[in-house]
């Protein structure tokens, strides 16, 4: 009987000190918490539905046998865009035009015009041109792929 009853309080003693109530697990809890909030992105406010984006942009890009190039992109709200490339101290320009499309949550714009490939990302009165993989342009050159909002 004896050893029935020290079982039972064995048991008990053994329940309850693993049921602590420990105010370090409740702000471990809280921490994780805080971290999962960090994780989330955002997915409704795109620079799609949430910038000006609408209107023309322009910039002067690298050119490798150049000063630079003349660069102008207007973007529509129907969906077409303008492009023009001048090349600095030479008599050369080039235009095209076309549709564009949303890439990447609405972050990202897809130029395809007649002669057009191009991506930008665009922010807040700015389109940041991107390389030909989508991704953005790095290195000491990299500011000169940005285009103003004008």
Same mark, same amino acid.
């Given at each position: 009987?004896?050893?029935?009853? $020290?079982?039972?309080? /064995?048991?008990? =003693? @053994?329940?309850?000190?693993? +049921?602590?109530?420990?105010? !370090?697990? #409740?702000?471990?809890?809280? %921490?994780? @918490?805080?971290?999962?909030? %960090? *994780?989330?992105?955002? #997915?409704? +406010?795109t620079?799609? !539905?949430?910038?000006?984006?609408?209107?023309?942009?322009?910039?002067? #890009?690298?050119? /490798? %046998?150049?000063?630079?190039?003349?660069?102008?992109? &207007? =973007?529509?709200d129907?969906?077409?865009f #303008?492009?023009? /490339?001048?090349?600095? &101290?030479?008599?050369?320009?080039?235009?095209d035009?076309?549709?564009?499309?949303? +890439?990447?949550?609405?972050?990202?714009? +897809? $130029?395809?015009?007649? %002669?057009?490939? =191009?991506?930008?990302?665009?922010?807040?009165?700015q $389109?940041?041109? =991107?390389?030909?993989?989508?991704?953005? *342009?790095?290195?000491?050159?990299?500011?000169?792929?940005? $285009?103003?909002?004008?």
């Open positions: 009987m004896k050893v029935f009853i $020290l079982n039972g309080i /064995a048991a008990t =003693l @053994l329940f309850i000190s693993c +049921h602590s109530n420990n105010p !370090n697990n #409740t702000q471990q809890s809280q %921490d994780r @918490l805080s971290d999962t909030e %960090d *994780i989330y992105m955002d #997915t409704v +406010h620079s799609q !539905n949430s910038l000006d984006w609408q209107g023309s942009y322009e910039g002067t #890009t690298p050119c /490798a %046998d150049c000063p630079g190039i003349k660069t102008t992109v &207007e =973007l529509k129907d969906g077409t #303008t492009y023009r /490339a001048e090349y600095l &101290e030479r008599e050369q320009a080039f235009t035009s076309g549709t564009f499309m949303w +890439h990447d949550n609405g972050s990202v714009v +897809h $130029l395809k015009g007649k %002669d057009t490939d =191009l991506k930008f990302k665009v922010g807040e009165n $389109l940041i041109q =991107l390389d030909i993989e989508g991704k953005q *342009i790095t290195g000491e050159l990299a500011e000169y792929y940005v $285009l103003k909002k004008k």
